[in-house]
């Protein structure tokens, strides 16, 4: 129905091959859009690199996104490489785990502020330098998670946190969409990835998912890439601002 052929996608947040963005890579490529995809650290890359070799993807670089250098050469590289972005993908987030596993009440100004910068900040940081290479429009997706709207046990911190993403987005979608570019938080339900697995009895929420999510089932990383995909495309032009959930139903139930 739709297809991405010749587009340029940046895609910040894929770690290993169970990564949502992981998932919203192999999407994109799949309806033949260019990658260029990051990895967080000479460690992660590792991991990193086979996958994007495996999507063929034309970039392949370093990003530590509070490294304001390494965020400068990306966009350079992009820049001199493809001389316009159309898809920016950020699925990064970070908590310390004391903040993570403590009270909200308790977390430290630092580490609140560590996470606010990691999780949230870096989107905007990304959406700045991407803007100037979409100069005829294109779109920019973070992912977020339902503990963004409500208290989920266990989620803690990074509620707060997402919440804020999700505000975030709404505005940077306001501001840019008179140029064309429209902005989106995906909101997958719970699923397992590195990330997830640092929440407390995370398993427990996965199995209240699936049983009582209207489909029965829980949401998959290619569910979440087919979404993207879509919203990345120009039948998608005019959708912005909103948070989509990708749950089976699951956010609907009280």
Same mark, same amino acid.
């Given at each position: ?15 290993? =091959? ?13 309806? !033949?859009?260019? @990658? ?34 390494? @965020?400068?050469? %990306? ?48 989107? %905007?940081? %990304?959406?700045? *330098? ?16 339902? !503990?963004?709207? *409500?208290?989920? =046990? ?21 501001? %840019? ?10 909101? /997958? ?24 999510? /209207? ?6 990383? =290619?569910?979440? !890439? ?18 989509? /959930? ?9």
């Amino acid at each position: 129905m739709f297809d991405l052929t010749g587009h340029k996608a940046l895609v910040v947040g894929v770690a290993n =091959d169970q990564s949502i963005a992981y998932g919203c890579a192999k999407a994109f490529r799949a309806q !033949g859009a260019d @990658l260029a995809i990051t990895y967080a650290s000479e460690k992660a890359e590792a991991f990193v690199r086979p996958l994007a070799e495996e999507l063929e993807a034309e970039i392949i670089a370093p990003l530590n996104v509070r490294d304001e250098g390494e @965020l400068d050469d %990306l966009f350079s590289v992009i820049a001199e490489r493809w001389g316009r972005l159309d898809t920016l993908l950020h699925s990064v987030a970070f908590s310390n785990k004391e903040d993570l596993h403590g009270r909200v009440v308790d977390c430290s100004a630092e580490g609140f502020a560590l996470a606010m910068d990691v999780s949230v900040h870096s989107f %905007l940081r %990304l959406i700045r *330098r991407a803007e100037p290479l979409m100069p005829e429009g294109g779109t920019c997706m973070t992912v977020s998670f339902m !503990g963004a709207q *409500r208290v989920v =046990d266990r989620y803690g911190l990074m509620g707060p946190v997402k919440a804020a993403l999700e505000s975030a987005t709404r505005y940077a979608a306001a501001e %840019l969409g008179p140029k064309g570019i429209s902005v989106h938080a995906l909101s /997958p339900g719970p699923l397992m990835t590195r990330a997830a697995s640092g929440i407390a009895e995370f398993d427990a929420l996965l199995n209240d998912a699936a049983e009582r999510a /209207p489909t029965h089932q829980l949401a998959t990383i =290619d569910d979440v !890439g087919a979404y993207a995909a879509f919203l990345a495309s120009r039948e998608a032009f005019n959708v912005t601002g909103s948070i989509h /959930p990708i749950d089976g139903g699951y956010s609907i139930l009280g």
